[in-house]
């Protein structure tokens, strides 16, 4: 059963338009959201954060939003640049017990950004 | 600098072959993790450990084996037991009680 659900696998936007990302979840104690990006062959870096007791977190042309009651959080990338081509996975921590010490991964999104 | 080494980067399995993967950490981190990419699939934990001495299965722990003899090391040995190995293997840390993991560059392994 998966608990964190990217539906969409690809997305392309022109470059210097908005990406936007989507993940759901269905665990309603997870209590921290990740993003991270991943280029082919190499590892996951981390990129934005959010708190389930926030609603919206920024870091330069990322922003995070999430939806507590939709149980849904959104990764907006304003402008979207080439350099930003990558999979990007949405991670939750489970929120205590042993849940807390691991992250659930989604599948993942691959974002191509057109020039 | 401070990091996550894995090697090596590419690793082949002959049939019935047990092949050890390395993880070696230099951020002081209490917590490391190996998790398991397989192609348009997210990231599946296979084991944990929270100290040195002490390792609990993740999801998919069938077919693998892990040692934590040091902090810095957490090396993790597929078995001939697995018997679909060929996927990218990541190693991570954290520290301990924090939430955001610190990956390497991964592992490649295909079987022969």
């Known amino acids: 059963d998966q608990q964190v659900k990217q539906n969409s696998p690809s997305l392309s936007v022109q470059e210097g338009r908005i990406s936007i990302l989507n993940c759901d979840y269905t665990?309603?104690?997870?209590?921290?959201f990740l993003w991270y990006k991943k280029y082919p062959a190499e590892g996951p870096t981390f990129l934005i954060s959010?708190?389930?007791?926030?609603d919206k977190n920024e870091d330069g042309r990322f922003t995070v939003f999430l939806n507590k009651s939709a149980k849904h959080l959104s990764l907006h990338i304003v402008p979207s640049q080439p350099g930003d081509s990558a999979v990007y996975f949405c991670?939750?921590?489970?929120?205590?017990?042993?849940?807390?010490?691991?992250?659930?991964f989604g599948k993942g999104t691959k974002l191509s950004v057109i020039p | 600098d401070g990091g996550i080494t894995q090697s090596p980067k590419y690793l082949f399995r002959k049939e019935g072959q047990n092949v050890t993967l390395s993880c070696e950490q230099n951020?002081?981190?209490?917590?490391m993790y190996w998790y398991r990419q397989d192609p348009g699939q997210g990231l599946r934990l296979i084991y944990y450990?929270?100290?040195?001495?002490?390792?609990q299965k993740g999801d998919i722990a069938e077919g693998y084996s892990v040692s934590r003899e040091k902090k810095e090391s957490f090396p993790l040995t597929v078995t001939s037991a697995q018997k679909n190995p060929t996927a990218f293997y990541l190693c991570?840390?954290?520290?301990?009680?924090?939430?955001?993991?610190?990956f390497g560059s991964g592992t490649q392994l295909s079987v022969l």
């Open positions: 991570a840390s954290s520290d301990q009680g924090f939430w955001k993991l610190f």
């Open positions: 665990n309603s104690m997870f209590d921290y």
């Open positions: 959010i708190s389930s007791i926030k």
């Open positions: 991670a939750a921590r489970g929120g205590s017990g042993a849940g807390s010490y691991q992250l659930t």
């Open positions: 951020l002081n981190h209490d917590a």
């Open positions: 450990s929270q100290i040195v001495n002490d390792f």
